[in-house]
């Protein structure tokens, strides 16, 4: 990679990471650290993804890329208060399932307007033909992802 690359991707993922701080920064005053809050996070997205309501306890790990004792201790808070559940199958019963709660689902929701207020706010800034042409970047960005890892984002 010659260096013009380089640095503009340096300064593409600088703009990223800014934005997801400023989401971060709006995170309710919810008793969830943010590395629980990303597992509600993925539930959720999971669960538009797939349509299921809970998801395996491995296959959250490795969406996540977290290891599985660091996900079991963040599960293992966000269930007894009262966020997720655990369950498993009578098929097999080592296969343990975490899904969201009322709780977690409304925690979730009051998180996202906030976060989505704090972006939509940087956003607004933009004219209609910027914003028009972010998004169709993105959108671009997102299928070559498809193509290239055959992920879903």
Do not use: W
């Amino acid at each position: 990679m010659d260096n013009s690359n380089y640095s503009r991707i340096t300064r593409m993922m600088t703009v990223f990471s800014r934005l997801m701080r400023v989401a971060h920064h709006t995170n309710p005053r919810l008793d969830i650290p943010k590395g629980s809050f990303g597992i509600l996070m993925s539930i959720n997205m999971h669960r538009e993804h797939s349509g299921q309501d809970s998801i395996r306890l491995g296959q959250l790990c490795r969406m996540m890329h977290r290891q599985m004792p660091s996900v079991t201790r963040s599960v293992n808070m966000l269930e007894s208060d009262g966020y997720v559940v655990r369950t498993t199958t009578s098929d097999d019963r080592r296969a343990v399932y975490v899904g969201m709660t009322d709780k977690g689902r409304e925690a979730l929701g009051q998180a996202h307007d906030m976060m989505f207020a704090a972006i939509g706010g940087v956003l607004d800034k933009l004219d209609k033909n910027e914003f028009a042409q972010l998004e169709g970047t993105l959108e671009h960005i997102n299928k070559i992802i498809d193509e290239m890892y055959g992920e879903k984002s």
